[in-house]
C-alpha cells in the first residue's frame, strides 16, 4: 500500500503542481540496470517508525506563480527540539525527485532527526543558481517553521547524492555568502547550516579528476569555455575557509564522482575542521538507492551526525 501511496503522490505533483520533467533518473529503473552487473543487490526500504509523523507535498516558496514543494518526517515527541537535515536528491541536475530521499528520510528520523526532502528547480526549468537558492529558502523554512515540527536551528545538516551531494556541499560552503542568496519568503532567517554530508558529489567541477560533461554543462549554462566563472563558482572546493563545517564523504569506488575530495579536505585540515570520509569498495554510482550498502552507509551518517551534534 505505501508503495501506491508514494507513486500517487509523484503521480498528483507531476500532474498538477509542476512543470514537465526529466525522470529518466528513477529508483526502479536504476535497479534493472545494477542487477544486471550486482544481482545481489535489493532496493533498500526501511520503514518509517510508528513513533514517526510525515507530511507531503507542502509549499516552501514560489516561483513564476507556482509552488516548490517539499515532505517532511519528524518524530512525534517534540518536547525536546530535535537536529534537522535537508536531503537533496541527484539525478545530473536534471532529473530526480524527492521521493528518492525516503529511505534515508525513515531512518534518519527513527533516529530521532527531523527529515526534509525538497524539490528544486532542475536544469531543464532553471539553470545555475536556482537550485542553490530553492535549497538555502528551504533552510529558512526549516527555520520558520521549527516550532512546529520540533526542529532546533542551530543543529541543521545537508545531505545529498551525487548532484545532490554536489550541491550540499556548495549549500554548506557558502554560509552568508550573499552571491547565494536569493530570498523571497522567510527573510527573517538564514540559510546557514552547521553539517554536511555528501554522498558521491563532485567538489570540482574543473580539476584533474573530473570527468562532467553535458549535463554540467546544462545546468551550468554552457561549457566551461563559454560559462568558466560558473564552473568555478559553482564548486565547493572554491568556497573552502575558516566557516566550513564538519563535513562527510560517503563515497562509491568510482573517482570522477568524489573530484576534487582530497584537495579539499587538504583545505579543511589546515583550517583545523573536521571532516570524515568513507569509501565503500566495489560500488556503483548510485549505491545509496541499494542493499548491501544503505545500512552502513546511515550508520556512517547517524554516527557523524550525533558525534557533530553532540546527541
Known amino acids: 500500500m505505501k508503495k501506491y501511496f508514494f507513486i500517487f503522490l509523484l503521480f498528483t505533483e507531476t500532474c498538477f503542481t509542476q512543470p514537465v520533467r526529466d525522470t ?3 529508483i526502479q529503473s536504476t535497479y ?7 544481482p545481489y543487490i535489493k532496493i533498500a526500504s526501511p520503514s518509517f517508525s510508528k513513533n514517526t509523523l510525515s507530511e507531503y ?4 516558496r514560489n516561483v513564476g506563480g507556482r ?3 517539499l515532505d517532511i518526517f519528524y518524530p512525534k515527541d517534540k518536547s525536546k527540539k530535535k537536529p534537522a537535515v535537508l536531503l537533496i536528491f541527484g539525478g545530473g541536475w536534471k532529473s530526480g525527485d524527492k521521493t528518492h530521499n525516503y529511505a534515508m528520510a525513515a531512518v534518519l528520523a527513527t533516529h530521532n532527526y527531523v527529515a526534509v526532502s525538497a524539490k528544486y528547480r532542475l536544469s531543464p526549468e532553471a539553470i545555475y543558481p536556482a537550485a542553490v537558492f530553492d535549497l538555502k529558502e528551504a533552510i529558512r523554512w526549516m527555520k520558520a517553521n521549527a516550532k512546529k515540527y520540533g526542529i532546533d536551528t542551530s543543529q541543521i545538516a545537508v545531505m545529498g547524492t551525487s548532484a545532490g551531494g554536489q550541491l550540499a556541499a556548495l549549500i554548506g560552503t557558502t554560509n552568508n555568502n550573499r552571491q547565494f542568496e536569493d530570498t523571497i519568503e522567510n527573510k527573517k532567517y538564514s540559510s546557514t547550516v552547521q553539517a554536511i554530508i555528501d554522498i558521491d558529489g563532485i567538489l570540482a567541477f574543473k580539476h584533474p579528476e573530473s570527468q562532467e560533461g553535458a549535463s554540467a554543462s546544462l545546468w551550468l549554462g554552457g561549457t566551461y569555455e563559454q560559462k568558466p566563472e560558473n564552473w568555478i563558482q559553482a564548486s565547493a572546493l572554491k ?3 575558516k566557516n566550513t563545517v564538519p563535513f562527510l564523504f560517503l563515497n562509491s569506488s568510482l573517482p570522477r564522482f568524489h573530484a576534487g575530495r582530497n584537495d579539499m579536505i587538504a583545505k579543511m585540515n589546515k583550517l583545523n575542521i573536521y571532516s570524515e570520509v568513507h569509501e565503500f ?3 556503483p554510482h548510485p549505491f545509496w538507492f541499494f542493499d548491501p550498502w544503505f545500512d552502513p552507509m546511515m550508520k556512517y551518517a547517524i554516527d557523524f551526525l550525533n558525534k557533530t551534534f553532540k546527541k
Open 239 to 241: 568556497h573552502v575557509d
Open 24 to 26: 529518466s533518473f528513477n
Open 32 to 38: 534493472v540496470k545494477e542487477v544486471k552487473m550486482r
Open 67 to 69: 509552488d516548490l514543494l
Open 57 to 60: 507535498n507542502i509549499a516552501y
Open 281 to 283: 569498495p566495489d560500488t
